[in-house]
């Protein structure tokens, strides 16, 4: 008997693509990000990006500037997300 529900179908399509980035800059990557993921349909494939970018505060929907202590020469950016803020470095996924 074979399983015919939605879901199964989308795993039995859909396989998992890596896309190697190189180093980026973290907000283009983030907006393309967001846009690909705007565009995405039912079929559309799932992709893992791996990318580098240097060090990057993002303040989430929760953060506030009082948050961020001592930034320095880093970047703080707003995200949609979720969270206060967060400190994204070298190697992450």
Known sequence: MTDSSPTSKR?????????????????????RMQEFTRLRTVDSADEIWLTEHK????QGQAGKAEHILFPGSIPVVQSNRGGQVTYLSLIHI
């Open 11 to 31: 795993s039995e399509q859909n396989q998992v693509k890596v896309v190697d980035l190189g180093e980026t800059l973290y907000e283009p990557i983030y907006a």
């Open 55 to 58: 060090p990057v505060f993002t």
